[in-house]
């Protein structure tokens, strides 16, 4: 069974950079058929995709948050990583990592990770 | 404001049928062939619930079905159960973008 784990710090200060990693296990992430992605929802808000990247580092983003977001792999390790510099409090969210299909839903999602963005 | 407008609330009694709909409100969009549903429990990860308009993974009940007319997608849940009580999200896809509706509060009554 597949299982996605998000892991990093929970608060982060504002103008510094997020940095979280998924690590994945019961599958590899150096796959041909799928995308893995980042979500994130803040606190009694909706989802917002941040973005998704291949296992080859081909990635695609939001691009309310393009120039502040890097998504990157290790297939090594079987992990990848979403970086947000110059965080606000308007990044304050759980965010998830989560595996996309070719039709583009995402099927297998971590438990969450409540960033807050705090001084 | 969501490419993907849904309603913010929907109710029913136990054993009813609710649908809740999405709809298109940017070109941004894309083609609008790939919809998804998502189902999500207070504190809890979003679940697949439908994928690519109508289709349910694995395990999923038989008592959601989804379907599209036009600019608007519909999740359905039949026979209504207290379990079902959640929040719900629609979500398109392009060949580099994922939208998400705003989602919609589903209450049992």
């Known amino acids: 069974q597949l299982q996605l784990q998000e892991s990093g710090p929970g608060l982060v200060r504002p103008s510094e950079t997020l940095s979280l990693t998924c690590t994945v296990s019961?599958?590899?992430?150096?796959?041909?058929?799928?995308?893995w992605g980042w979500i994130r929802q803040p606190p009694g808000k909706g989802l917002e995709w941040i973005g998704v990247?291949?296992?080859?580092?081909?990635?695609y983003y939001n691009p309310s948050l393009k120039s502040r977001v890097t998504i990157s792999i290790d297939t090594s390790k079987n992990q990848f990583s979403l970086r947000l510099s110059s965080v606000t409090a308007a990044d304050t969210s759980v965010y998830y990592c989560?595996?996309?299909?070719?039709?583009?839903?995402?099927?297998?999602w971590g438990q969450g990770i409540l960033v807050t963005v705090s001084s | 404001q969501s490419a993907l407008t849904q309603p913010a609330s929907v109710s029913g009694s136990p054993g009813q049928s609710i649908t809740i709909s999405c709809t298109e409100t940017?070109?941004?969009?894309?083609?609008?062939?790939?919809v998804s549903w998502y189902q999500q429990h207070p504190g809890k990860a979003p679940k697949l619930m439908i994928f690519d308009v109508s289709n349910r993974p694995s395990g999923v009940s038989n008592r959601f079905s989804g379907s599209k007319s036009g600019s608007t997608a519909s999740l359905t849940i039949s026979g209504l159960q207290a379990e079902d009580e959640a929040d719900y999200y629609c979500s398109s896809y392009t060949s580099s973008s994922t939208f998400f509706g705003g989602g919609t509060k589903l209450t049992v009554l």
């Open positions: 940017s070109s941004d969009v894309g083609d609008y062939y790939y």
């Open positions: 990247l291949y296992y080859t580092g081909n990635t």
């Open positions: 989560a595996r996309h299909d070719g039709s583009g839903s995402y099927g297998y």
């Open positions: 019961g599958g590899p992430i150096r796959s041909s058929s799928y995308y």
